[in-house]
DNA sequence: TATGAATGAGCGTTCATTCAT
DNA sequence: AATGAATGAACGCTCATTCAT
C-alpha cells in the first residue's frame, strides 16, 4: 500500500521494502528526539545506514518519510489490535481485554504515538486523509467490540463517543505522560478507566 | 508575566502589550495554517502590520512568539474558567456548569488549541514547563470543582483521572474535529459526555 | 580640526566638544574589547551616556566616531611627545630621553594604539590621509631629535630609517605584547633597545 | 593540520585541498581590498568560483575562511624561511642572507601580511593562539641564526630582541608601505637595516 | 544500484540609520 | 536639543534536492 503512494525508482520490490524499514528505523529515532522540521535529511540517511543519495531512489520528498512513519506506526497498531481483539466474542470481559490490549498497547508506543500526534499536520492532505482513514477503522474496532459487548440498548451516538473515549484516553497516557504517569502506573490506569467506564455502563465486573 | 521571559528592546510598556497583541493576533492565524516552523517571520511581521525589524524589537528569537501565542491561550482559558467556575457552589449543577462552561470555550478556540498541541513541543523546555504548569493549574481547577460537587468518598485517583478526562475530551473535540464534528454537534456532545460522566458517578440529573 | 571633518547638526560648540568626548571615552573601551565592528552604534550611545538619537545629532555615520577615536589618540599622544622633546636640545641624552617617553607612552596607551592599528582601515581614504599624517608628523618629530643629538655626519635615508624602527619599536611594545612581554618590563625592554641602538652609533653612554 | 581545525563534510580530501586553495586565494584578494569584515560569504564563493552552499561544504564558520588563510600564509613564510636558512652554517653571512631572504618575502607577500596583521583579532581565541605560535616558531628560527652567527657572548634578552626587530622590521616595511617606500627599494632598507645591525653588533661586513 | 559533491532559494537575525515627537 | 520606535537591506548559514559518476 504505501509503495501505491510513494514511489521509488528502484524496480527490485524486495529491496524498497527493506531499505524502507531501514529507512522507518532510523527515522523514527530521530523524530521522537528532535521532531520532524528539526531532523535533516542527511541525518535520516545517516541513521538509515546509506548515503543520501539512496536516500533519494527509494522517496521523492522528505516528506515521504514522515508518511512512511506514521503509516507503519498504525500498520504496527493495527495488527496488535487485530490480535488482541476477538470480533465474535460477546461478554464484557471481551472490551475489557480489548481496552486492557490497547492501553497497553499505547504505553508500548507511547513515543511513536507522540510523534505522530505532533507531525501528521506537515503531511500533504492527501496524506492526512490516508493516515485519518486508518486512525477511523481503529475507532471502528473499537466501536464494534463495545456494541458486541454490550447488552442492552445503547444509542449509536454513545457508542461512537465511548469509542472515541477510549481511543483518545490510549493515547493520552502517552501525550499527558508528564502528568499522568506522576499519580498512575499503566495498569492502575487502566484499572481505573475501566472501572470508571463500566460503572458508567451499569456493569459490574471483578477487575482482572 | 511573559513580559518578564520575553524581554523586549523597546521602553513603552503599553506599546510592547499592543504591539505583541498585533504579533500573536496575526502569529495564530498563521499557525493555525501552516504550523509553526512553515511560517516565517516575515510573514509574522507582515500579518501583525509592521516590518520585519520593529517585529525583533518585541522578542528575541521567533520561537518568542510561539510562547507568547501559547502564554496568551492559557491566559484567555483561564480567565474564561475562573468566571465560569464558582468555588463556593457544591451542587452536581456546578459541575456541569463548569463542563459545558469549558467545552464551549474549547469548541470557540478550537483552532488555537490545535495549534497548541502541535507546535508547545518546539518551544524550549523552560518555555515548556511553564505552559505545562498552567494546564496542571487547570486540571487543578477541574479537581477542585468536582470534589465540590460531588457526594460521598472518591479516591484521589479517581478525582484526578475524572478531572483528565473531562480536559482532554474538551480539547479532543477541536482536535479529532474531522471524526466527531460529523456526528455531534458542540451541544450534543457536551450532553452526551454529561451523561456518560453522571452515570457513572450514580448520579440522576436533568440535562439542561 | 575634527570639528571641520565631523560635521555635526548642532551648533553649540561647546556641547558638541563636550558630547563628543563622552563619545570618545564610551567608544575607545568598547572598540579595545570587541573591536570596531562588532560595536554596534547602540552600545556606543550607551556608553557615552546618551540616546542612540542625540548620537546621531553629533555624527553622521559610524565610522566617524572611530575617526573621532584616532584623532583624539594622536592628539594625545603628539601632546605627550611634545612636552617630552626640547628641538633645541643637542646632547644624545635628549634622543635617549625622547626615547624612553615615547616608549613608556606607549607602554600607557597599549590599548588604544593596538586598536589604531588594527582598524584604520576602516576609515574613508580621506581620513586614513589625514591620520597617516598625524603619523609622518610624529616620525618627523623623532628625526629632528635625531639630526640634533648625534654627532657626525649620517646619511638622510638613516635618519629616516632609525626615527621609522624607533616609532615601530614603540608600538611593537604594545602589539606584540604576548611575546615581548614574557621576557622584557618596559624599562628592561627600553633600556636593552637604546644601547643596541647606540652600540651601532658608536656611541657610549651610562644608562640612565 | 589546517583539516584537523577546519573539519568539512567533504571525505575527498585530494577536493578539499584543492577547493581550499581555491577559496584561500579568491579571499586574500577580497580581504586585501575590504578587509575581513566588509567582505561577504557570497563574495568569497564566488571570488572562489562555486556557490555559497559549497563554500560551506567545506568550512563551518565564515571566521574558518580567515583561519585557513593565516594559516597559509604562515605556511608559506616558514617554506621559504626554512629553505633560506642552514641552520650549521655559523658565520655572518649566513645572517644577512637570512634577513635578505625573510625581507625578500615580506616584500613578496606585502598584502598577505598586512591581511594578517589587521584581521588576526577576529579570530577566536583558539585560532589566534595557533597563529601566534607560528609566528614564537619565526621568532625562534632567527633567534637560532643569530645565536649561531654572532661569535662572542650576547645576553639571551639582546638576542630576542634583534630577533624581534628583525621580525618586525620585516613586517613594517609592507604595514608602512606608503612612509617606507618613498624613499627607499626594498634592495636599499635591506642594505641599510642590516648596516645599522652590524654596527651595532660591532662586525664589519662588505654589504652584498 | 549507490554515491556524495554541488546547488541556491530561503531562512532567522542584526543593526546602521531616520524621523516624528 | 533629545529621544527611541521604526525600518529594511543585507548578512551568515542551512538543507532539501539533483545529477554526474
Known amino acids: 500500500m504505501p509503495e501505491k503512494q510513494v514511489p ?16 522507518i528505523k532510523g527515522a523514527v529515532t530521530l523524530f521522537i528526539e528532535k521532531g520532524f522540521h ?9 541513521a538509515s545506514g546509506f ?14 518519510v514522515l508518511f512512511l512513519v506514521c503509516d507503519s506506526i498504525y500498520q504496527r497498531v493495527k495488527e496488535r489490535m487485530e490480535d488482541a481483539i476477538d470480533p465474535h466474542q460477546t461478554s464484557v470481559q ?8 490497547y492501553f ?6 507511547q513515543d511513536e504515538v507522540l510523534v505522530m500526534y505532533q507531525e501528521v499536520k506537515s503531511l500533504s492532505r492527501d496524506a492526512q486523509d490516508y493516515v485519518l482513514q486508518k486512525e477511523r477503522d481503529m475507532v471502528a474496532m473499537l466501536e464494534q467490540v463495545i456494541v458486541n459487548s454490550l447488552p442492552g440498548e445503547h444509542p449509536e451516538e454513545e457508542i461512537k463517543l465511548i469509542a472515541n473515549n477510549i481511543f483518545v484516553q490510549g493515547q493520552m497516557w502517552g501525550f499527558r505522560r508528564w502528568i499522568l504517569q506522576r499519580t498512575f502506573t499503566i495498569e492502575s490506569y487502566t ?11 451499569d456493569k459490574e465486573e471483578t477487575l482482572q
Open 8 to 23: 521509488s525508482t528502484i524496480k527490485d520490490e524486495a529491496l524498497v521494502s527493506k531499505r524502507r524499514n531501514q529507512m
Open 38 to 46: 528539526k531532523t535533516t535529511t542527511r541525518e535520516i540517511a545517516k
Open 51 to 64: 548515503s543520501i543519495g539512496t536516500l533519494y531512489e527509494y522517496i521523492r520528498k522528505k516528506e515521504d
Open 94 to 101: 471481551s472490551l475489557t481485554h480489548a481496552i486492557r490490549s
Open 104 to 109: 497497553q498497547l499505547m504505553d508500548d508506543m
Open 191 to 201: 484499572d481505573t478507566q475501566i472501572q470508571l467506564l463500566l460503572k458508567g455502563l
